[in-house]
């Protein structure tokens, strides 16, 4: 079974920066695509970024183009969301997720697995 672990998130004041990691438990890790999702309260959960891990494609959503980067470490199975320019509409509980299908992008059943989530709090 594959499991995710988040980590990195925590309190920044709005213009920071913060680095998540999701760590991946998987035979073949370059055999999936790796999602960063969020939640706020009272929102539904959105897609944010996600990477193909056999050909390095990347997606975001328009909401962090620009300002969010995902990428990854294949020797350590790990993919990263480097988030700079942070706003308080970034605040949320993040998740990231595998989908071991050649789908990329935002639709969340096609992700198999999903980490615990690491919460990030932007302050105005």
């Known amino acids: 079974e594959v499991q995710l672990v988040e980590s990195g998130g925590g309190l920044v004041q709005a213009g920071g920066s913060l680095r998540l990691s999701c760590a991946a438990s998987v035979f073949t890790f370059d055999d999936y695509a790796i999602g960063w999702f969020r939640q706020a309260p009272g929102k539904e959960r959105e897609g944010v970024s996600c990477?193909?891990?056999?050909?390095?494609?990347?997606y975001y959503a328009d909401s962090v183009n620009g300002r969010f980067t995902i990428s990854s470490d294949n020797a350590k199975k790990t993919v990263y969301l480097q988030m700079n320019s942070l706003k308080p509409e970034d605040t949320a509980v993040y998740y990231c997720?595998?989908?071991?299908?050649?789908?990329?992008?935002?639709?969340?059943?096609?992700?198999?697995?999903w980490g615990q989530g690491t919460q990030v709090t932007v302050s105005s």
């Open positions: 997720a595998a989908d071991s299908s050649t789908y990329l992008g935002f639709a969340p059943h096609y992700y198999e697995y």
């Open positions: 990477v193909s891990i056999s050909d390095n494609s990347t």
